[in-house]
């Protein structure tokens, strides 16, 4: 009997590998529309406290979500993409807080009285931090902003389980640290060595099971495809072990290869990779291996079992998705502090600068670090909507979606659906009545679908480089 009576087996991920091939081109992951490539340098500090006030006077109860950047790295993974800096020279975490303490008092007074309902923590590596800096950082930003009591409140973080100890865990959940993430990515030593990254199975568990003992109400497992070396039978041997360890979350991302832009993939021969068609059977042994353990399909790479928020979130149709990938935060302000870090506050993003040395000298010319951003006009704001539903929930019902922006759904994107129409065909999007849909077939390309309503996308001059759908 399904324990859980709402759940649909329709959200369930439906792997056609014909189709995932036929549709298996670049396109962007929508933790935000406009994406950040359409950011521009016009935008600075002063209209980011321009839109939280306005965010403040339009809706005066709405939340705030806190994202803090640690980029330090002790070494260097070669697949990775984000923003970070190597080093191991530990002294460089305490000036580093007190900077991300600086920014966060001098935009704090501009969201005073907001309630702080989630804090992240994202890297880099945040636990390159010690347990006690990190509290100092927690006890600083809860001295600035107003944290929620409620027990619903998230404080989050990603860990390294290679340079994190039970201790340390223990530690961070007794700070107030109520979930965590960790990147385990392969366990195949082979493609271990080939990504820089060698981690052993038992101190990763361990590390789990920390999480457990310490009280921590939900664990995240960071899975990758598509790696150099890696095969078949050792990436069905690394899923049997963290599923026997029932992470409430798991995260099956697809290895981006973009040697152009991110200069540490360059370390991988292109001759060491999966080609297209064994990156599909990784996938698609992953995806049977998830569903035969009963987790259910949130979105892009994400899964969840049946019980976990997110899933219930999705069910209930109040997932979110931003930044910070799917959350069950929906009406909330986002405030990124730190090197490189993204704000979504009201109708504006606004992103940091990317290089450490320009983030800390704006501070200390005691200026906001805004580097770049955007101000949505009245059609970004529809459309960014609508690609939020169609990414939290896979469909939109075309007439409550009217009614809520005062149009005629179906003149307003006319030539949008013209170009859904191929989509139609090929059992990837169904229309029924007012409701476009995915269909288990299409969830795996929610982002493609998304694309058809993208209208930047439809301009000549796109330098933007976006990873491939699978």
């Not at 860990?159 to 990147?183: K, M, Y």
């Not at 995240?220 to 150099?228: A, E, R, T």
């Not at 599923?243 to 370390?267: C, E, N, S, T, V």
Request: net charge negative.
């Amino acid at each position: 009997m399904n324990a859980f009576p709402g759940y649909d087996r329709e959200l369930a991920w439906h792997f056609d590998p014909d189709l995932l091939r036929r549709y298996d081109k670049p396109g962007p992951r929508y933790t935000s529309y406009p994406t950040a490539p359409h950011f521009h340098d016009g935008f600075g500090g002063e209209d980011l406290r321009a839109a939280a006030g306005r965010s403040l006077q339009l809706h005066p109860q709405r939340g705030l979500s806190l994202y803090v950047h640690v980029p330090y790295c002790r070494n260097p993974c070669f697949y990775c993409g984000c923003n970070r800096v190597i080093t191991r020279n530990e002294s460089r975490g305490r000036p580093y807080v007190e900077r991300v303490l600086r920014e966060a008092a001098m935009i704090a007074p501009v969201f005073a009285g907001r309630e702080v309902v989630q804090l992240h923590f994202g890297g880099g590596t945040p636990n390159f931090l010690s347990p006690a800096l990190l509290g100092e950082l927690v006890a600083g930003l809860a001295g600035l902003f107003r944290f929620s009591q409620s027990p619903e409140r998230d404080i989050s973080i990603e860990l390294d389980p290679r340079t994190v100890t039970p201790a340390d865990v223990a530690e961070l959940a007794r700070i107030g640290f109520n979930r965590a993430s960790l990147g385990v990515q392969d366990f195949d030593p082979e493609v271990q060595r080939a990504i820089n990254r060698v981690q052993g199975v038992d101190e990763t568990l361990a590390i789990i099971r920390a999480c457990r003992e310490a009280g921590m109400r939900s664990v995240n497992v960071d899975l990758i495809y598509g790696l150099p070396m890696q095969n078949l039978f050792g990436f069905a041997r690394t899923l049997d072990i963290v599923l026997a360890q029932r992470p409430d979350r798991l995260a099956i991302y697809g290895y981006a290869h973009l040697p152009q832009m991110f200069r540490a993939q360059k370390q991988i021969e292109q001759a060491d990779l999966p080609d297209a068609e064994a990156r599909l059977n990784l996938l698609g042994l992953a995806v049977r291996h998830l569903s035969r353990a009963g987790y259910q399909y949130i979105g892009m790479d994400h899964f969840a079992l049946p019980g976990d928020e997110l899933a219930r979130a999705q069910r209930q149709g109040s997932l979110h998705r931003n930044f910070m990938g799917y959350t069950t935060h929906a009406d909330t302000d986002l405030l990124g502090i730190g090197v490189s870090a993204i704000s979504h506050v009201g109708d504006c993003y606004a992103q940091n600068p990317r290089t450490l040395p320009e983030w800390e000298a704006a501070l200390d010319a005691g200026n906001l670090p805004t580097w770049r951003g955007l101000q949505l006009d009245a059609d970004d704001e529809i459309r960014a909507d609508l690609i939020q539903r169609l990414m939290c929930q896979g469909e939109v019902d075309t007439a409550a979606f009217g009614q809520s922006h005062g149009l005629d759904f179906d003149a307003y994107f006319a030539e949008e659906l013209a170009s859904l129409q191929p989509l139609q065909a090929d059992g990837l999007v169904e229309r029924d009545g007012a409701r476009i849909r995915a269909t288990p077939q299409g969830r795996p390309l929610l982002r493609l679908i998304a694309m058809c309503f993208d209208r930047y996308l439809r301009k000549p001059d796109q330098p933007a480089r976006y990873s491939k759908a699978i």
